[in-house]
Protein backbone atom coordinates (compact mmCIF):
# COMPACT_ATOMS: atom_id res chain seq x y z
CA UNK A 1 0.00 0.00 0.00
CA UNK A 2 1.38 3.26 -1.17
CA UNK A 3 2.14 5.89 1.75
CA UNK A 4 0.53 8.99 1.19
CA UNK A 5 3.20 11.59 2.06
CA UNK A 6 1.43 14.74 2.13
CA UNK A 7 -0.45 12.95 5.35
CA UNK A 8 2.89 12.03 6.44
CA UNK A 9 4.28 15.47 6.05
CA UNK A 10 1.33 17.34 7.88
CA UNK A 11 1.23 15.11 10.58
CA UNK A 12 5.47 15.26 10.58
CA UNK A 13 4.69 18.81 10.89
CA UNK A 14 2.25 18.72 13.77
CA UNK A 15 4.22 16.69 15.77
CA UNK A 16 7.47 19.44 15.69
CA UNK A 17 5.28 22.11 17.22
CA UNK A 18 4.23 19.48 19.90
CA UNK A 19 7.99 18.65 20.84
CA UNK A 20 8.99 22.15 20.86
CA UNK A 21 5.66 23.44 22.63
CA UNK A 22 6.13 21.31 25.31
CA UNK A 23 9.76 22.18 25.87
CA UNK A 24 9.01 24.77 28.46
CA UNK A 25 6.79 22.50 30.45
CA UNK A 26 9.27 19.64 30.84
CA UNK A 27 11.71 21.94 31.85
CA UNK A 28 10.02 23.40 34.83
CA UNK A 29 8.94 19.84 35.61
CA UNK A 30 12.47 18.91 35.91
CA UNK A 31 12.93 22.27 37.83
CA UNK A 32 15.10 23.50 35.29
CA UNK A 33 18.37 23.15 32.85
CA UNK A 34 21.02 20.87 34.55
CA UNK A 35 24.06 22.47 35.38
CA UNK A 36 27.40 21.95 33.73
CA UNK A 37 25.79 20.57 30.75
CA UNK A 38 28.94 19.58 28.05
CA UNK A 39 27.09 21.28 25.30
CA UNK A 40 25.18 24.50 24.83
CA UNK A 41 21.33 24.62 25.64
CA UNK A 42 20.49 25.32 22.15
CA UNK A 43 22.52 22.56 20.85
CA UNK A 44 21.12 20.38 23.62
CA UNK A 45 17.51 21.12 22.77
CA UNK A 46 18.24 20.74 19.18
CA UNK A 47 19.56 17.33 19.31
CA UNK A 48 16.60 16.29 21.53
CA UNK A 49 14.13 17.98 18.72
CA UNK A 50 15.60 15.70 15.96
CA UNK A 51 16.17 12.71 18.07
CA UNK A 52 11.97 12.91 18.45
CA UNK A 53 11.51 14.33 14.87
CA UNK A 54 12.95 11.01 13.72
CA UNK A 55 10.78 8.59 16.11
CA UNK A 56 7.59 10.01 15.53
CA UNK A 57 8.22 10.17 11.28
CA UNK A 58 9.35 6.26 12.34
CA UNK A 59 5.49 6.07 13.90
CA UNK A 60 3.76 8.25 11.41
CA UNK A 61 4.79 6.03 8.72
CA UNK A 62 4.17 3.12 10.25
CA UNK A 63 0.76 3.95 11.73
CA UNK A 64 -0.54 5.25 8.40
CA UNK A 65 0.30 1.71 6.76
CA UNK A 66 -1.30 -0.38 9.38
CA UNK A 67 -4.22 1.55 10.36
CA UNK A 68 -5.41 1.68 6.45
CA UNK A 69 -5.45 -2.34 6.65
CA UNK A 70 -7.59 -2.24 9.42
CA UNK A 71 -10.14 0.58 8.47
CA UNK A 72 -9.02 3.16 11.17
CA UNK A 73 -8.96 6.69 9.37
CA UNK A 74 -8.35 10.29 9.09
CA UNK A 75 -10.88 11.95 7.49
CA UNK A 76 -10.78 15.52 7.74
CA UNK A 77 -7.05 15.75 6.86
CA UNK A 78 -7.44 12.89 3.92
CA UNK A 79 -10.54 14.55 2.86
CA UNK A 80 -8.71 18.37 3.29
CA UNK A 81 -5.64 17.04 1.62
CA UNK A 82 -8.02 15.70 -1.51
CA UNK A 83 -9.64 18.61 -2.22
CA UNK A 84 -12.98 17.23 -0.52
CA UNK A 85 -15.22 19.13 1.36
CA UNK A 86 -14.82 18.11 5.10
CA UNK A 87 -15.94 21.44 7.25
CA UNK A 88 -19.73 19.39 7.36
CA UNK A 89 -18.09 16.11 9.06
CA UNK A 90 -15.83 18.37 11.48
CA UNK A 91 -18.40 20.37 12.80
CA UNK A 92 -20.15 16.73 13.19
CA UNK A 93 -17.43 15.92 15.54
CA UNK A 94 -16.81 18.97 17.43
CA UNK A 95 -19.55 18.77 20.00
CA UNK A 96 -18.78 15.00 20.79
CA UNK A 97 -15.13 15.32 20.22
CA UNK A 98 -14.82 18.51 23.13
CA UNK A 99 -17.21 17.42 25.08
CA UNK A 100 -16.02 13.74 25.76
CA UNK A 101 -12.39 15.46 26.25
CA UNK A 102 -13.98 18.08 28.67
CA UNK A 103 -15.61 14.37 30.42
CA UNK A 104 -12.39 12.64 30.36
CA UNK A 105 -10.70 15.57 32.62
CA UNK A 106 -13.25 15.87 34.80
CA UNK A 107 -13.46 12.18 35.32
CA UNK A 108 -9.82 12.28 36.16
CA UNK A 109 -10.11 14.75 38.33
CA UNK A 110 -12.62 13.53 40.46
CA UNK A 111 -10.69 9.75 40.38
CA UNK A 112 -7.93 11.65 41.89
CA UNK A 113 -9.75 13.31 44.26
CA UNK A 114 -11.44 9.88 45.51
CA UNK A 115 -8.42 7.78 45.29
CA UNK A 116 -7.11 11.04 47.84
CA UNK A 117 -9.89 10.09 50.02
CA UNK A 118 -8.66 6.76 50.30
CA UNK A 119 -5.88 7.65 52.03
CA UNK A 120 -3.34 8.18 48.73
CA UNK A 121 -1.10 11.66 48.55
CA UNK A 122 -2.48 13.60 46.14
CA UNK A 123 -0.68 13.62 43.01
CA UNK A 124 -1.27 17.17 42.28
CA UNK A 125 -0.65 18.00 46.15
CA UNK A 126 2.91 16.92 46.01
CA UNK A 127 4.14 18.48 42.96
CA UNK A 128 2.11 21.80 43.34
CA UNK A 129 5.28 23.76 44.84
CA UNK A 130 6.91 23.23 40.65
CA UNK A 131 3.54 22.38 39.12
CA UNK A 132 4.26 24.52 35.52
CA UNK A 133 1.91 27.80 34.79
CA UNK A 134 -0.86 27.72 32.71
CA UNK A 135 0.72 28.61 29.66
CA UNK A 136 2.83 25.93 29.52
CA UNK A 137 0.39 23.59 30.37
CA UNK A 138 -1.44 25.36 27.51
CA UNK A 139 1.93 24.88 25.24
CA UNK A 140 1.68 21.11 26.39
CA UNK A 141 -1.67 19.98 25.52
CA UNK A 142 -0.77 20.55 21.98
CA UNK A 143 1.76 17.26 22.13
CA UNK A 144 -0.59 15.51 24.07
CA UNK A 145 -3.60 16.13 21.71
CA UNK A 146 -1.12 15.75 18.68
CA UNK A 147 1.94 13.55 19.35
CA UNK A 148 0.89 11.04 21.57
CA UNK A 149 -2.71 10.28 19.58
CA UNK A 150 0.20 9.78 16.78
CA UNK A 151 2.06 6.94 18.74
CA UNK A 152 -0.86 5.85 20.85
CA UNK A 153 -3.73 5.50 18.70
CA UNK A 154 -1.99 6.23 14.96
CA UNK A 155 0.56 3.48 15.90
CA UNK A 156 -0.03 1.57 18.87
CA UNK A 157 -3.74 0.68 18.77
CA UNK A 158 -3.59 0.35 15.20
CA UNK A 159 -0.78 -2.23 15.58
CA UNK A 160 -3.06 -4.12 17.85
CA UNK A 161 -5.94 -3.65 16.02
CA UNK A 162 -3.78 -5.37 12.96
CA UNK A 163 -2.31 -8.26 15.10
CA UNK A 164 -5.91 -9.23 16.41
CA UNK A 165 -7.51 -9.27 13.40
CA UNK A 166 -4.04 -11.31 12.14
CA UNK A 167 -6.04 -13.50 15.00
CA UNK A 168 -9.72 -13.14 13.89
CA UNK A 169 -11.71 -11.34 11.62
CA UNK A 170 -15.03 -10.91 10.53
CA UNK A 171 -17.10 -12.72 7.89
CA UNK A 172 -16.53 -9.66 5.62
CA UNK A 173 -12.55 -9.33 6.50
CA UNK A 174 -12.96 -6.44 8.76
CA UNK A 175 -11.76 -6.23 12.43
CA UNK A 176 -13.97 -7.89 15.27
CA UNK A 177 -15.48 -5.55 17.95
CA UNK A 178 -13.46 -7.53 20.83
CA UNK A 179 -10.87 -7.32 18.73
CA UNK A 180 -11.12 -3.46 18.31
CA UNK A 181 -11.99 -2.74 22.08
CA UNK A 182 -8.90 -5.20 23.54
CA UNK A 183 -7.10 -2.86 21.08
CA UNK A 184 -8.26 0.37 22.66
CA UNK A 185 -7.75 -1.20 26.83
CA UNK A 186 -4.27 -2.21 25.90
CA UNK A 187 -3.55 0.99 24.49
CA UNK A 188 -4.85 3.28 27.00
CA UNK A 189 -2.97 0.55 29.58
CA UNK A 190 0.33 1.53 28.01
CA UNK A 191 -0.62 5.08 27.87
CA UNK A 192 -0.96 5.39 31.59
CA UNK A 193 2.16 3.77 32.11
CA UNK A 194 3.61 5.99 29.55
CA UNK A 195 3.28 8.84 32.40
CA UNK A 196 5.18 6.89 34.85
CA UNK A 197 8.78 8.05 33.86
CA UNK A 198 7.43 11.63 34.25
CA UNK A 199 5.69 11.10 37.43
CA UNK A 200 9.38 9.42 38.83
CA UNK A 201 10.90 13.16 38.32
CA UNK A 202 8.72 14.76 41.10
CA UNK A 203 7.59 11.48 43.57
CA UNK A 204 8.97 8.07 44.53
CA UNK A 205 6.86 5.28 42.73
CA UNK A 206 4.96 3.20 44.83
CA UNK A 207 2.34 0.12 44.26
CA UNK A 208 -0.79 2.10 44.74
CA UNK A 209 0.92 5.63 42.98
CA UNK A 210 1.31 3.38 39.97
CA UNK A 211 -1.84 1.98 39.81
CA UNK A 212 -3.53 5.18 40.46
CA UNK A 213 -1.79 6.56 37.59
CA UNK A 214 -2.56 4.31 34.84
CA UNK A 215 -5.95 4.01 36.07
CA UNK A 216 -6.73 8.09 35.72
CA UNK A 217 -4.51 7.80 32.63
CA UNK A 218 -6.71 5.02 30.82
CA UNK A 219 -9.64 6.73 31.47
CA UNK A 220 -8.81 9.34 28.62
CA UNK A 221 -7.15 6.47 26.43
CA UNK A 222 -10.35 4.66 26.49
CA UNK A 223 -12.26 7.87 25.66
CA UNK A 224 -10.03 9.08 22.90
CA UNK A 225 -9.25 4.77 21.70
CA UNK A 226 -13.34 4.80 21.04
CA UNK A 227 -13.56 8.42 18.93
CA UNK A 228 -10.20 6.91 17.02
CA UNK A 229 -12.50 3.86 16.23
CA UNK A 230 -15.18 5.78 15.18
CA UNK A 231 -14.78 9.20 14.21
CA UNK A 232 -10.83 9.27 13.27
CA UNK A 233 -7.79 10.32 14.65
CA UNK A 234 -8.86 13.63 14.28
CA UNK A 235 -11.39 13.58 16.93
CA UNK A 236 -9.29 11.67 19.20
CA UNK A 237 -6.54 14.57 18.96
CA UNK A 238 -9.08 17.25 19.35
CA UNK A 239 -10.53 15.36 22.52
CA UNK A 240 -7.15 14.56 24.01
CA UNK A 241 -6.13 18.46 23.55
CA UNK A 242 -9.35 19.51 25.42
CA UNK A 243 -8.95 16.97 28.35
CA UNK A 244 -5.62 18.42 28.60
CA UNK A 245 -6.61 22.08 28.69
CA UNK A 246 -8.61 21.00 31.39
CA UNK A 247 -6.12 19.68 33.39
CA UNK A 248 -3.34 21.33 32.80
CA UNK A 249 -4.64 24.79 32.26
CA UNK A 250 -8.25 25.32 33.80
CA UNK A 251 -6.85 22.81 37.22
CA UNK A 252 -3.70 24.95 37.36
CA UNK A 253 -5.64 28.26 37.43
CA UNK A 254 -8.16 27.19 39.56
CA UNK A 255 -5.64 25.51 42.23
CA UNK A 256 -2.77 28.00 42.22
CA UNK A 257 -3.91 31.41 40.10
CA UNK A 258 -2.28 33.04 37.40
CA UNK A 259 -1.33 32.18 34.10
Known amino acids: ?57 VAIFLGLTISKKVGLKLPILEGWLEGREVKQYLKSILGISVGLGILAGALIIGLDYLFSLLGLTSTLASVTQIYPPAWQGFLASFYGGINEEILLRLFLMSLLVWIFFKIKRTDNGKPTRTGSWLAII ?22 PIIARVIILNAVGGIIFGWLYWK ?26 GGF
Open 1 to 57: MKIKWKLFLVLLALSIWGIIAIIPYTLTIQGGLPTNLPVPVYVLLTIQIIQNTLLFA
Open 186 to 207: LAAVIFGVGHLPALLLVTPLTI
Open 231 to 256: KGLESAMVSHFSADIILHVILPLAVL
